[in-house]
């Protein structure tokens, strides 16, 4: 009796607008890694409802927009690790075509009496680790905390700073004694009530400054009585 299948999904990948799904197969001592897009697991479900019919678990439906979203993405990938397991426990009773879809589906190794040494088996732990270190876009980002937060605005100023400063521009808006310290606040909703009064300004001084411009425009307007009218005039030059 050959022994049971078993998979697991253990990353995914976005290639050209594709989700990769990798699935670990475990089989007996032999374990080996498949790389297969949404599309190619829905043929396996075609194929394998031309056999069995209503007899299959619950497929994922597909998704026309939003299937790169990492929600969707890991809800997706959860949906169809349930699949494959509920095909995997129930082909036995299947029938022997049915194994034989799903041992060629899987690319599974022929039989073989000589099992799996140790090395192998820490290479393949060796891979299975490295590929657990790519980026997961299932995987909700993790936050950030404080520090981290401060270092990376710490080291984005500085780059900016080396960036315009290289540059043939003027970079005096840098050399401003503020340029590192924080944000000036915004002002409260008292100081804006004050901003809302009418400014309070002295008549002595109104007083002032309509005496002083009265004087200048007098001083300008008046023309002195021994100077014509005539003098007041420039004759334009000829150009010819």
Same mark, same amino acid.
């Given at each position: 009796m050959a022994p049971e299948i078993r998979v697991q999904f253990i990353g995914n990948a976005c290639t050209a607008g594709h989700t990769i799904y990798t699935i670990k197969v475990i089989r007996g001592d032999h374990t080996w890694n498949l790389h297969k897009r949404y599309r190619e697991i829905r043929e396996l479900h075609e194929e394998l409802r031309l056999r069995l019919g209503d007899a299959l678990p619950p497929f994922p439906a597909k998704r026309l927009f939003g299937h790169l979203d990492p929600n969707f993405i890991q809800t997706r990938q959860a949906g169809l690790q349930t699949y494959l397991d509920g095909v995997l426990q129930n082909?036995? &009773?299947?029938?022997?075509?049915?194994?034989?879809?799903?041992?060629?589906?899987?690319?599974?190794?022929?039989? &073989?009496?000589?099992?799996?040494t140790q090395v192998d088996?820490?290479?393949?732990?060796?891979?299975?680790?490295?590929?657990?270190?790519?980026?997961?876009?299932?995987?909700?980002?993790?936050?950030?905390?404080e520090v981290e937060i401060t270092a990376r605005v710490k080291k984005y100023g500085q780059v900016m700073k080396l960036? /315009?400063?290289?540059?043939?521009?003027?970079?005096?808006?840098?050399?401003?004694?503020?340029?590192?310290?924080?944000? /000036?606040?915004?002002?409260s909703g008292n100081n804006l009530e004050t901003l809302r009064l009418p400014p309070h300004v002295d008549q002595a001084d109104?007083?002032?400054?309509?005496?002083?411009?009265?004087?200048c425009k007098k001083a300008v307007t008046t023309i002195p009585d021994d100077v014509k009218e005539d003098d007041m005039v420039v004759a334009f030059p000829n150009l010819t």
């Open positions: 082909h036995a &009773s299947s029938g022997r075509s049915i194994e034989k879809v799903l041992e060629e589906w899987l690319q599974c190794p022929p039989p &073989s009496t000589t099992p799996q088996i820490e290479v393949q732990n060796m891979a299975e680790h490295l590929e657990g270190q790519l980026l997961n876009l299932a995987l909700p980002p993790s936050p950030l905390d960036h /315009v400063l290289s540059q043939p521009v003027d970079p005096i808006h840098l050399r401003r004694p503020d340029f590192d310290l924080e944000p /000036v606040q915004l002002s109104i007083d002032h400054l309509l005496e002083t411009f009265t004087k």
